[in-house]
């Protein structure tokens, strides 16, 4: 009878958590169906009384119409730069920092790294207006230069998640590799990195999502229409119109931005899954 009663408690606890997962999971995709239900729509169908997730009728040139009203490929273009660019400062910047911390012995190494992750609890907004009046004193507003240069010195949220996949590697692999006269930067890069693939997607995964959708430091220092982002793209398309934003066009064109990332996830899911997994593991 025990036996029985324990079994049953089991099924029913997971049957709760399965449950609460599956709540979680409807609350969770219920406003992006709906954004996509109101894209499919006309303008006419997506104030009725009684609203219904499946449209009447498909209208599926909502999405071009987006486009051309949007411009939609020129501020994707301006996107896909940024993004880019930071993605190689973070990967770089984060990998090779995170490999110092991890795979050498240094005065100070601890302090250092402490120091490096107390920076994680200061907030954006604190250094926001110092760095806005170092550009501005160095002329580098209305650029490129204050969205991608940061990302070339480091993350610290990035250093210490890649440091802690780099310290579950063997050190005997660069003892081995020292031996064969590889030198630091070496093993580095044709050792320690390829190990790490799952890790580094992982942190393109995060930063591209980031940077995708990023919508204050574009605001604040970039001024000339011609260099705004996806996410400057959909405001201002939503707030030039006369009387009132074109829910569908609009709703169509946010669809479309976040293909990207939707596709990214889906083709690196399994080793996304597997970096987070193993992040951690050795500290």
Not at 8 to 30: C, E, M, Q, V, W
Request: net charge positive; aromatic share 18%.
């Amino acid at each position: 009878m025990k036996f029985f009663s324990s079994k049953i408690k089991n099924r029913l606890s997971y049957t709760l958590i399965y449950f609460l997962l599956l709540l979680g999971t409807i609350l969770i995709i219920l406003p992006l169906l709906w954004q996509i239900t109101i894209s499919l729509k006309s303008s006419n169908t997506i104030f009725e009384l009684k609203p219904s997730f499946i449209p009447k009728e498909f209208n599926f040139s909502n999405y071009s119409e987006a486009f051309k009203e949007m411009q939609f490929m020129h501020f994707f273009k301006n996107t896909v730069y940024i993004s880019i660019l930071t993605l190689i400062g973070t990967l770089f910047s984060c990998s090779l920092v995170a490999f110092g911390f991890s795979r050498t012995k240094f005065k100070g190494q601890k302090i250092l790294f402490f120091i490096l992750l107390s920076t994680l609890m200061l907030p954006s907004q604190v250094t926001l207006i110092p760095m806005y009046i170092t550009y501005a004193k160095l002329g580098l507003i209305n650029s490129y230069f204050p969205l991608i240069a940061p990302h070339f010195f480091g993350d610290a949220f990035y250093i210490f998640m890649l440091k802690q996949f780099f310290s579950s590697i063997p050190k005997e692999l660069d003892e081995s590799a020292t031996i064969d006269g590889c030198s630091t930067f070496r093993i580095y890069w044709n050792i320690i990195l390829p190990l790490c693939v799952p890790a580094l997607l992982t942190v393109v995964l995060f930063k591209f999502n980031w940077v995708w959708n990023d919508f204050v430091n574009p605001l604040i220092y970039v001024n000339d229409q011609n260099k705004y982002t996806l996410s400057l793209g959909l405001y201002i398309f939503k707030a030039s119109e006369k009387f009132g934003p074109k829910w569908n066009y609009l709703m169509a064109a946010a669809t479309i931005m976040m293909l990207p990332v939707f596709t990214l996830y889906a083709i690196f899911q399994k080793r996304f899954i597997e970096g987070i997994a193993t992040t951690g593991i050795k500290g």
